[in-house]
């Protein structure tokens, strides 16, 4: 059975940092031939994409509220996907989750567009909460 595995997370102060990681196991899943996304819920609203990697050329997209403040990045040694959160805000905390896209899956250049349903495997949620 795949599954993606996640850690990190926690309690952060406004301005600091945390970050996430996601792991697979079980059958072969090498995540360096996959698309991956990190998305986030908050209570109430709908999952939405954070960021995403393409396997074709390592191209990463993020969402225009954590440019220049999340930095996604593959570790293919050991299967690993992470996403470093910097400069938190409480507009930040939600349950984030990476998810998996079929190889030939390509990341939009608008993440709005993307489709939760583009995802196959799900990792199971991490809580990330900022405050002071």
């Known amino acids: 059975q795949v599954q993606l595995v996640q850690s990190g997370g926690g309690l952060v102060q406004p301005g600091g940092s945390l970050k996430l990681s996601c792991a697979a196991s079980?059958?072969?899943?090498?995540?360096?031939?996959?698309?991956i996304g990190w998305f986030r819920q908050a209570p109430g609203k709908r999952r939405e994409p954070v960021s995403c990697i393409s396997n074709k050329g390592g191209r990463i997209i993020y969402a225009d509220s954590v440019k220049g403040r999340f930095i996604m990045s593959r570790a293919n040694a050991d299967n690993t996907v992470t996403l470093q959160l910097n400069i938190l805000e409480p507009e930040d905390a939600a349950v984030y989750y990476c998810a998996t896209a079929d190889s030939g899956y390509e990341c939009y250049d608008d993440l709005s567009s993307t489709s939760i349903h583009e995802y196959d495997y799900w990792g199971q949620g991490t809580q990330v909460t900022v405050s002071s």
């Open positions: 079980g059958l072969s899943l090498d995540l360096e031939y996959y698309a």
